[in-house]
């Protein structure tokens, strides 16, 4: 089966950092994506992580270790408009859909 | 340029009307999807068209009818719709509906959307 966790919602302060976490069980694994969707708008790309370890761009950074079926995403100096939901997705080659996507986590910045 | 359009932004149609959702991009992307998303919810892919076929179907009521008339354009004509398929659609695409894993081939891009009330 395919599932993936996510926290529903999160809260942080502005300037702060925020680590949503991520987990799957896939039957197989071929990268993991993390989108930034704010309310009532197309989810935008953020990241993807296919092998192990930290890939960084600029205040974001993504994290993957396969065998732990684990990813975490990290939002530094966080500002008001990170304030949005953040879709975790694996592409799983061995499923019927190109990409499953989590349910996302809610963040909300507050002052 | 990684944009893909949708049109309209908005759309109100009775249960009788039929309408149709459009989707464009020239990214020279071969793999092109629908999606449709509830408030607070992910998007739940409908179709996938790879090299403008029909390549997955997720169990789609016939009320739904994607179209592909090339490689850039994707359509959903919609007929006889309920007030319960009111929500978000949206279009992406990629390089490839490939098992890559690459980046460059298998990030999807998505439209921002058409909001949909079926009344």
């Known amino acids: 089966g395919q599932n993936i966790d996510q926290p529903t919602e999160m809260t942080a302060t502005e300037g702060a950092i925020v680590q949503i976490n991520c987990t799957y069980q896939?039957?197989?694994?071929?990268?993991l994506f993390w989108y930034q969707q704010h309310a009532g708008e197309a989810p935008t790309f953020l990241s993807y992580?296919?092998?192990?370890g930290l890939e960084e761009k600029g205040r974001f950074s993504s994290f993957l270790s396969r065998s732990k079926g684990y990813s975490y995403l990290l939002l530094k100096e966080l500002q008001m408009k990170d304030s949005a939901s953040y879709l975790c997705?694996?592409?799983?080659?061995?499923?019927?859909?190109?990409?499953?996507f989590g349910k996302g986590t809610r963040l909300s910045v507050i002052a | 340029d990684t944009e893909v359009t949708q049109t309209p932004k908005h759309l109100v149609m009775g249960m009788t009307n039929k309408k149709s959702l459009k989707c464009e991009q020239h990214?020279?992307?071969?793999?092109m999807y629908w999606y449709k998303q509830k408030a607070k919810k992910p998007p739940e892919l409908m179709f996938v068209?790879?090299?403008?076929?029909?390549?997955i179907n997720e169990s789609v009521p016939s009320r739904f009818s994607p179209e592909c008339p090339n490689s850039s354009l994707l359509n959903l004509h919609l007929h006889a719709l309920q007030p319960e398929d009111s929500a978000l659609y949206l279009c992406?695409?990629?390089?490839?509906?490939?098992?890559?894993?690459?980046?460059?081939?298998?990030?999807?891009?998505f439209g921002p959307g058409t909001r949909l009330t079926v009344l």
């Open positions: 992406a695409s990629s390089q490839d509906q490939g098992t890559s894993g690459k980046k460059s081939t298998d990030t999807q891009y």
């Open positions: 896939t039957s197989g694994f071929n990268g």
């Open positions: 992580n296919v092998l192990d």
């Open positions: 997705a694996v592409r799983d080659p061995g499923g019927n859909t190109p990409l499953v």
């Open positions: 990214m020279g992307h071969r793999a």
């Open positions: 068209y790879s090299y403008e076929k029909l390549s």
